[in-house]
């Protein structure tokens, strides 16, 4: 349906005004809603589902831990690309003495997020409801949403901000999750965190900030951590210059080479990291499937340490605890765990080696991050979507197969305009649209997209 912007047209008339239902209020729910209706003449009405009590948190800024930092800079993380200082200027007027070059805590960017929303909801053209969506289907003109409270919400656009498909709880309660509340674990006791990644800095930082004494093991197949920010410059990098459509292994050798060409300008390599940013979507789509399952195979590990970085304020603990042995970081694969008695097990594989060791744990969490499998993990809105073939998985089990516009495909192959898939949900067509600086750029175009496609606007 496309009706006419009427800029002069009352709140009260807005039950005609074209309505995107926008599944999933974590921050890329929130950041299309804010795009959507960020021109306050915008006629369109837009109703945010979101299941948790928090908007615009997800998983990522539902922490209430201080010390989580973001792992981007301020100046990085405004919610308007055309706005960069949108984020500072909201600290500066909340008092926070931050500069553009700060990380600030993730309970913050929580904090802003939820703010983007307050004055669309004032003026009625948002709406935002608790619940969990679990389906969605055709209907007159548009779709509609089947929510858990019995609700049944018309709209004309869909927008999936679903975010990542999480892992289920361990059922036999050996291993915990990442994100899942426990009481502190025995002072002194080991505890095993799989993963070293950003989650794992995490967790890290938290025990040793609330006092456990034990020693923190770090278990990971390659014993990598993420690298540490440092003060740099994107290296300008002109599309026309990158080898678009070149094996995994030309690619490699191409960055390698931008690399040492920062490094001779007098940066270092995380210039180049950053320099080819804008460029992911573009290098990722040009890859032929085999090379992009060999990316993952092979160089994805090595990437997400390099561009996935620690601000030098996380950096800095995680080292000294290193230095003296309270945390220690082993290579190998985790085998699984088992109880004996009070104790529990962590069987780990040491890498390149046939043999299991196990060790023994108060606690053991699992920091693995984002499970990449969404069919295995799907809720039973998305699992609904892919029974009756309205969708279907990329052939890298990424997610959702969708078009470059974000149009859900469906089990036909047919693209699907009346829904769309953003964030990490659309991550199989992009890749990196998991950071907040990727998934603003991505809320910027879906939002336009829609506007050009339902409000028509008076010449
Ligand atoms: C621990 C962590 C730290 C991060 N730190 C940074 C950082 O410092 N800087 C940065 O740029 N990026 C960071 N990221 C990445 C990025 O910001 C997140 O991936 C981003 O928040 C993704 O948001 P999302 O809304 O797509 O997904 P999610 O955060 O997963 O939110 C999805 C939301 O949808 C809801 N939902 C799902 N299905 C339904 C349904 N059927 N009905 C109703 N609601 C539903 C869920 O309840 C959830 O709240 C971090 C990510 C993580 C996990």
């Not at 539902?62 to 792992?71: A, G, I, Q, V, Y």
């Not at 979507?281 to 990316?295: G, N, T, V």
Request: glycine share 8%.
């Amino acid at each position: 349906m496309k009706i006419d912007a009427r800029p002069d047209m009352p709140a009260a008339h807005a039950a005609h005004w074209p309505h995107v239902v926008v599944i999933g209020g974590g921050a890329s729910g929130v950041l299309l809603a804010a795009h959507l209706l960020r021109d306050p003449q915008a006629a369109l009405r837009v109703t945010v589902v979101e299941g948790r009590h928090m908007l615009g948190c997800g998983v990522a800024y539902s922490t209430n831990d201080p010390r989580h930092l973001l792992n981007t800079r301020v100046a990085n993380m405004s919610a308007f690309p055309d706005d960069p200082d949108h984020f500072r200027s909201w600290l500066e007027q909340g008092g926070h003495a931050a500069t553009g070059a700060c990380f600030v805590s993730r309970a913050t960017y929580g904090a802003y997020m939820t703010a983007l929303l307050a004055p669309l909801t004032a003026d009625g053209r948002l709406r935002c409801v608790r619940a969990t969506c679990l389906r969605l289907t055709p209907a007159k003109g548009g779709v509609a949403a089947h929510l858990d409270d019995g609700q049944v919400i018309p709209a004309d656009r869909a927008v999936l901000a679903t975010g990542h498909a999480l892992p289920e709880a361990d059922p036999e309660g050996l291993v915990l999750g990442a994100w899942e509340a426990a009481p502190p674990p025995p002072s002194g006791g080991r505890v095993v965190i799989v993963g070293s990644g950003l989650s794992m800095v995490d967790q890290a930082i938290s025990l040793m900030a609330s006092g456990h004494r034990g020693e923190i093991v770090a278990l990971s197949r390659r014993a990598q951590l993420p690298r540490v920010h440092a003060p740099g410059q994107p290296l300008p990098l002109d599309r026309a210059e990158i080898p678009l459509g070149a094996p995994v292994s030309r690619l490699m050798a191409w960055l390698r080479a931008q690399v040492r060409r920062a490094e001779a300008q007098g940066g270092t390599w995380r210039d180049a990291v950053d320099g080819l940013r804008p460029h992911l979507s573009a290098l990722w789509r040009a890859l032929p499937h085999a090379d992009r399952a060999r990316f993952l195979r092979h160089a994805a590990p090595w990437w997400e340490v390099h561009r996935h970085r620690l601000p030098p304020e996380s950096a800095a603990p995680l080292e000294a605890a290193l230095n003296d042995g309270r945390l220690r970081l082993l290579a190998g694969s985790f085998e699984g765990a088992s109880r004996d008695g009070t104790i529990l097990r962590a069987h780990w594989r040491p890498r390149g080696e046939d043999r299991v060791l196990s060790l023994d744990a108060a606690r053991i969490v699992d920091c693995r991050g984002i499970r990449r499998d969404p069919r295995r993990n799907a809720t039973p809105l998305i699992a609904d979507l892919l029974t009756r073939g309205a969708a279907r998985i990329d052939p890298l089990a990424l997610g959702l197969d969708v078009t470059p516009d974000c149009a859900v495909i469906d089990a036909a192959g047919r693209p699907d305009p009346r829904i769309r898939a953003i964030g990490p949900a659309s991550r199989a067509a992009f890749w990196e649209v998991t950071a907040i600086p990727d998934i603003r750029e991505q809320a910027a175009r879906v939002a336009q997209v829609l506007r050009a496609e339902l409000v028509r606007v008076p010449a």
